[in-house]
Nanobody, 121 residues
């Protein structure tokens, strides 16, 4: 079984910064893509940023130049540095990972429990 545990959310003023972290644990053989999604009230969950195990990154247009995703393959962690935060960044942020695990090395997508980020104006 694989678990993703997030940390680092909170309340910040507009223009401020936060750093989210996510650690994967369990019977992990390997991790492919890791990423961060967010869901604001009344809206669909959307991709914020993702990173491959080779280090290639992809960002939503709305966060380009402000957010930076990084991962530590040795520690099975992924982080999201969020700068110049705006009120429209307010959402629950979810960690996501494509993990090969277990005796059969089955590939499956896992989600964290979510962490609230609130940006005040």
């Amino acid at each position: 079984q694989v678990q993703l545990v997030e940390s680092g959310g909170g309340l910040v003023q507009g223009g401020g910064s936060l750093r989210l972290s996510c650690a994967a644990s369990g019977s992990i053989f390997s991790i492919n893509d890791m990423g961060w999604y967010r869901q604001a009230p009344g809206k669909q969950r959307e991709l914020v940023a993702e990173v491959t195990n080779g280090g290639s990154t992809n960002y939503a247009d709305s966060v380009k130049g402000r957010f930076t995703i990084s991962r530590d393959n040795a520690k099975n962690t992924v982080s999201l540095q969020m700068n110049s935060l705006k009120p429209e960044d307010t959402a629950v942020y979810y960690c996501n990972a494509a993990v090969r695990s277990g005796r059969n090395f089955r590939l499956a997508t896992y989600w964290g429990q979510g962490t609230q980020v609130t940006v005040s104006s």
